[in-house]
């Protein structure tokens, strides 16, 4: 209750804070990539109950007529490497912590397709909200495997606590201002997520 009484009243005083900033934000997506300015997509949430995610676009449209499909590495600009690298990309989600599908702080909310291959263990990350930012994203975000990303979660999910939560959100700014743990090695993001090749699956 006092997580998400500390979630209501800082997504409000963000919304309100930044709305300059997510107003200018949505006029330079509209105008570098186009419509539409937001990304929508379903996310798992709680115990794995499906949300909508919503953030700003950062890569241009899947296909392309003379080129076909796209990889991430060829849809993102420099524009897009910007607001991700900023995480300026990430503010809308503070409208998902207000609904009361997000938290400010818990594990990142990944792909659908994922919850078949995790392992009992790594399933345990929904047993909490989804953060906007978290443990494993302080401790090297896309920099890390996914194994090790995954035990970050569980290990929040098992000690998490307000001065924990405080402790994040210090260590995310700092890590924001140095845009450290952006990238995987040799991917524009993080790589798709397969099965754990360590522990028997679900």
């Avoid at 990304?39 to 296909?63: A, D, E, H, W």
């Avoid at 490497?81 to 938290?103: T, Y």
């Avoid at 924990?164 to 700092?174: Q, W």
Wanted: with cysteine; charged share 25%; glycine share 6%.
């Amino acid at each position: 209750m006092v997580k998400r009484f500390a979630d209501l009243l800082l997504s409000i005083a963000g919304l309100i804070i930044l709305f300059p900033v997510l107003l200018v934000v949505a006029c330079l997506v509209y105008y570098k990539l186009g419509s539409p300015v937001l990304y929508r997509q379903t996310r798992p949430g709680l115990n794995g109950k499906p949300f909508q995610l919503v953030k700003f676009r950062s890569m241009i449209s899947v296909s392309d007529e003379s080129q076909g499909v796209l990889l991430d590495a060829e849809r993102i600009t420099p524009f897009g490497s910007m607001l991700r690298a900023s995480s300026l990309d990430e503010l809308p989600e503070l409208w998902c912590v207000l609904k009361g599908d997000m938290s400010l702080i818990g594990p990142r909310p990944l792909l659908m397709e994922y919850l078949p291959l995790y392992t009992d263990e790594q399933f345990r990350r929904h047993e909490i909200r989804p953060g906007i930012t978290g443990w494993a994203q302080v401790n090297g975000r896309n920099s890390l495997s996914w194994d090790e990303k995954f035990k970050l979660d569980v290990w929040y999910v098992d000690n998490h606590s307000l001065w924990l939560d405080l402790k994040i959100l210090y260590m995310t700014i700092r890590r924001v201002l140095k845009q450290e743990g952006i990238t995987a090695e040799g991917d524009v993001t993080m790589p798709k997520f397969t099965g754990s090749q360590c522990q028997e699956k679900k």
